[in-house]
């Protein structure tokens, strides 16, 4: 659906060029959510921008549905940003028009449609977001998770394929972040539009998307499906990010494992493995005990994760390691190896 080609975009800088994106690859598949997370300056608004020719690249090329549209001018720049919808961090709703004023405004601009047929569309709009009884609210009497709301009604009325999302939750507080994350879910389920989610925050790419890529000083330094990337992080862009989502989490300094003398392994067992009592029957089986050092337990979307970087010892370790893998469950050696030293391997690159 989307294809970014060797994208560069420099800016000029008071002290020469500032770099925000260097050879970005990426391919996002139609009808996915896709989340690009980074932290403050990485390059992730720059890119969301690319996407839409907001900003043009410095180099490489952009593909929407297959067609070359880097240099897009005229009728087809407009016909390609109909095609994409924006939902931004602060609403951008304009607060002299009501709720379906705001919505109503892209249907208006387009000069298309007749009133009757904008006030239907503008009320289908409203009840897919659960605002049919604030139509005639002005912005300010709203929550920020209403104006959200809004921001999107607005964003799918010109019927996008394509909706870019950035920082869309970071405004709300916890619990109307999950109702609006609930609400691109269900959009992305029932009309197929594929969603580009742009973030700073862990928590958001876990709960709603199926892809992710990390972004880093411009550049895409991991990128795969969201529970190797949030069970496995290697870049260390990564494991701060993870470990920011859980401040207190499952990461282990391995090196104080490997003091206890034990066999120190990270175990995760993902889908039905995560509530079965694999680990104390393999550890009875091969007359094995085990010390638990660190553990995170949790969904990635639907689908629930245990995560335990435990210390193995007793009568056979090596009969329990091998027990455990026959049993789904993923086993990775920890002993000795620092984690910071896995940053620079390198997952699989588009
Ligand atoms: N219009 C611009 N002119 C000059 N430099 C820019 C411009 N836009 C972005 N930059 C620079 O490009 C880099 C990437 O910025 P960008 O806003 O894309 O990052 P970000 O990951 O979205 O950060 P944040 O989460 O803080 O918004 C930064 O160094 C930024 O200062």
Do not use: W
């Not at 043009?56 to 897009?72: C, I, K, L, Y």
């Amino acid at each position: 659906m989307i294809r970014l080609e060797g994208i560069t975009k420099s800016f000029a800088g008071k002290e020469g060029a500032v770099v925000a994106l260097d050879g970005i690859d990426l391919t996002i598949a139609k009808g996915e959510i896709f989340g690009i997370i980074g932290s403050s300056g990485a390059g992730k608004s720059t890119l969301v921008r690319l996407i839409n020719l907001l900003e043009r690249p410095t180099g490489g090329e952009v593909f929407v549905a297959g067609e070359r549209v880097t240099d897009a001018k005229g009728e087809r720049l407009r016909d390609l940003r109909r095609s994409i919808g924006m939902v931004f961090q602060h609403f951008n709703l304009l607060s002299a028009r009501t709720v379906a004023g705001n919505v109503a405004y892209p249907l208006e601009l387009t000069g298309q449609y007749g009133r009757v047929e904008i006030a239907e569309r503008v009320a289908a709009l409203l009840a897919r977001v659960g605002l049919s009884e604030h139509a005639k609210k002005y912005p300010r009497q709203l929550s920020g998770g209403q104006k959200q709301r809004v921001g999107i009604a607005r964003a799918l009325a010109s019927e996008p394929q394509v909706l870019l999302c950035d920082e869309a939750t970071s405004a709300l507080d916890p619990q109307t972040t999950g109702a609006v994350l609930d609400l691109l879910r269900q959009i992305n389920r029932d009309l197929g539009v594929t969603i580009v989610l742009i973030t700073h925050e862990m928590d958001v790419i876990r709960r709603t998307c199926d892809r992710v890529a990390v972004l880093d000083r411009g550049r895409v330094v991991e990128e795969g499906p969201v529970t190797d990337v949030f069970l496995h992080p290697r870049h260390a862009a990564t494991l701060r990010l993870v470990r920011e989502a859980e401040p207190d989490g499952g990461s282990l300094d391995a090196v104080a494992a490997s003091d206890l003398g034990g066999r120190a392994v990270r175990l995760t067992f993902t889908g039905a493995a995560a509530h079965q009592p694999i680990l104390g029957r393999i550890a009875c089986e091969n007359l094995v005990d085990y010390a638990i050092l660190a553990g995170r337990v949790g969904h990635i979307r639907e689908t629930p994760y245990a995560q335990f970087t435990v210390s193995l010892s007793g009568r056979d370790v090596a009969g329990a390691i091998a027990g455990l893998r026959a049993s789904g469950v993923d086993v990775e050696l920890q002993a000795g190896i620092p984690l910071p030293q896995l940053e620079e391997r390198p997952r699989h690159v588009v």
